[in-house]
């Protein structure tokens, strides 16, 4: 299932700097885009969203850009900090209330102090 | 803030054995989920579970696996005759609504079950 994809296994920022993390989808029906973080032994964590009716949603550190015509998602972190050195989950669903949601293979995020 | 939880958060068993795994969804929430990250690989989505049903599958959820919401606060997954290949984390999940109002779509999820076949 290659829906939601993420070329980018690794990616390596110093601290302070931007970290942007890449996401592509191919499903034109997915309505709803998801960021998620991942320590080690943990659960998925849910980041920032954003609904596909909008180009841009910001929390904090954390803005992701959303351009549909690309099918192309980005997260952006600035500045980047040596906590937020994990595994990012890029993820995509359709419908409202309870579907399944399609996640990509990751990128893990180093921050270099 | 609460949060989902699982148990165990290892389990080894030998391969055809039953394994029940737990979780308790976060309180008010109304749609639950399953998935799973075999080692090195993406999550993936296994079931979900609305209104005392499944609303959804995929491909990977066959006739092994049950689903159970046995009472208000518990969510299991059950896989009746284990295989290797079932070695992985599995992940429960919930979204919905929550008394301090939130997102219906953003999904929450548990620590993990690390469950190996041997």
């Known amino acids: 299932d290659q829906q939601v994809k993420q070329n980018s296994p690794s990616l390596s920022v110093q601290e302070g700097r931007i970290s942007i993390l890449n996401c592509d989808y191919t499903n034109s029906m997915f309505d709803y885009f998801l960021w998620y973080k991942k320590y080690p032994a943990e659960g998925p964590t849910f980041l920032i969203s954003?609904?596909?009716i909008k180009d841009k949603n910001e929390d904090g550190r954390f803005t992701v850009f959303l351009n549909k015509s690309a099918k192309h998602l980005s997260l952006h972190i600035v500045p980047s900090q040596p906590g937020d050195s994990a595994v990012y989950f890029c993820?995509?669903?359709w419908g409202t209330g309870g579907f399944k949601t399609i996640f990509g293979a990751g990128t893990r995020l180093f921050v270099k102090a | 803030e609460p949060e989902v939880t699982q148990t165990p958060s290892h389990q080894v068993t030998q391969m055809g054995q039953e394994v029940i795994l737990r979780c308790v969804p976060i309180?008010?929430?109304?749609?639950f989920y399953w998935y799973r990250q075999i080692l090195g690989q993406k999550v993936e989505f296994l079931v979900s579970?609305?209104?005392?049903?499944?609303?959804?599958k995929s491909e990977i959820f066959d006739d092994q696996f049950s689903v159970e919401r046995p009472d208000g606060s518990n969510f299991t997954l059950k896989i009746r005759s284990t295989k290797l290949e079932d070695s992985a984390m599995y992940f429960c999940?919930?979204?919905?609504?929550?008394?301090?109002?939130?997102?219906?779509?953003?999904?929450?999820f548990g620590p993990g079950t690390r469950l190996t076949v041997l």
């Open positions: 993820a995509a669903r």
């Open positions: 954003i609904s596909s």
């Open positions: 999940a919930s979204s919905g609504l929550w008394a301090s109002g939130g997102s219906t779509d953003t999904q929450y």
């Open positions: 309180s008010n929430h109304l749609y």
């Open positions: 579970f609305y209104n005392n049903e499944i609303s959804e």
